[in-house]
């Protein structure tokens, strides 16, 4: 018992008769942009001012 790959449809470009891991295809860039998160520097402001703190008595 398998599938009936004429009811098949490629979760890639959407066409009946292969799986997507069989797709010849070129891959959905929307899919993978959620696959593969695209990292990103962010800027991350770093205070280095020293405080001197006295207390008297």
Do not use: I, W
Not at 7 to 19: L, R
Not at 33 to 39: H, N, S
């Amino acid at each position: 018992m398998g599938f009936d790959m004429a009811k098949v449809e490629c979760y890639n470009c959407h066409k009946k008769g292969h799986f997507a891991r069989e797709c010849r295809s070129l891959k959905d860039s929307r899919r993978t942009a959620v696959a593969e998160p695209q990292r990103r520097n962010v800027p991350v402001e770093t205070s280095t001012s020293n405080a001197l703190v006295s207390q008297c008595d």
